[in-house]
């Protein structure tokens, strides 16, 4: 492990903690946190190094817990991060401890950072085979987690695929139970791909799938939605973010119904070999802007178009047209008439050469 170079940035006048420290900072933030702060302290002030990785085993905790920790102090003005330096910096007074107040206890409920709306790939962690050896030995939920994952995906766990189950724990923050569920559902609709999982599992954390009953629920609705439309158009696997986009529009904005949807991919077949979400999306469209929410409305509304474009192909007279051609007497002629004379004429000739 790469060591963690600290200086002190102030004169060191005590070893003791200050109370503002423990006023105003320790009881803001996660437990675990002043405890980092505080060891790795004491580690600087008797000439020791450390290092991330060596926080983490101390502590039991992830490099990329122990990251978001020094990130909180930042955060607070207590250390400085500069390339792979922390200084630690004079403990600043807080504002609240700036006024005069009457000294009273006040439970107020700390405000939670918003979710983000979507979890960056690019944050994704790394964590080292003694990392994940260390959470398999101390957690039995983290060993059963795995032990589950190799039962259900049929295979021994690579280095690289406990890396990525274990990131759905501690990265994206789901539950073992939901996780070990989540595995067991993609493995049912014979999707065994740990990427592709992972696809999942990120959908599942932008939607605060947290839980069992939340993870049955959103597995219900997305079997009667996405899947079904997917399935229908031909398409196998996990919905792209722009095919997610069209669906939502569709069953939530549009609040079109399955064979709604249906109809419009049998329309787009028509115009293509295999229905396209760009067709199926102008179809539906068409449909809510004329409030058109049913089958029978749809067909009625086509029954309505064929009869307006009949009527627009019909001539718009049934009188004949006028010319001087069609105007012109016709002869009627008397074929009779006609073998009549040329017998005559005949007979003639014949009485002639004679």
Known sequence: MNALTMNLGYERTTLDLPTLFIDHYMTDCIPVYPLIYIWSLRQL???????????????HLTESDVIKAWQHWEAKGLVKIEDATLTFLPIPAPASAMQDTAPMLTLVEPIKPEK????SMCTKPQYTAQE???????????ERLFARAEKTLGKLLSYN????????????????????????????????NLRYIEKCA???????????????????????????ILQ???????????????MDRWVNEWQMSIEMIQ????????????????????????????????LDAAQKEDIDFNKTRSKAKAPASSKPRTNRFINFNQRE????????????????????SE
């Open 232 to 246: 229908y158009m031909g398409i196998c696997g996990y919905p792209t973010p722009s095919q997610k986009k069209f």
């Open 333 to 352: 002629n008397d074929y009779a008439m006609y073998e009549k004379l040329e017998r005559a004429y005949r007979e003639q000739k014949y009485k002639v």
């Open 45 to 59: 002030l008797d000439g020791k190094s450390t290092s991330f990785g060596e926080i983490g085993e101390r502590f």
């Open 263 to 294: 109809e419009a991919c049998d329309r787009s077949t028509a115009q293509a070999n295999k229905p396209k979400f760009a067709y199926v999306d102008k179809v539906l469209a068409a449909w809510h802007e004329k409030g058109i929410t049913s």
């Open 116 to 119: 983000p709306e979507a979890i």
């Open 202 to 228: 990120l959908d599942w954390a932008d939607n605060h799938i947290n839980d069992l009953e939340k993870a049955l629920t959103y597995v219900q609705n997305f079997d009667r939605g996405y899947r079904t």
């Open 132 to 142: 994940l050896a260390i959470y398999r030995t101390e957690s039995r939920d983290v």
């Open 161 to 192: 695929d406990m890396n990525i189950i274990f990131g759905f724990h501690d990265w994206l923050r789901l539950p073992t139970d939901v996780i070990e569920y989540l595995l067991t559902y993609c493995a049912d609709n014979d999707h065994r």
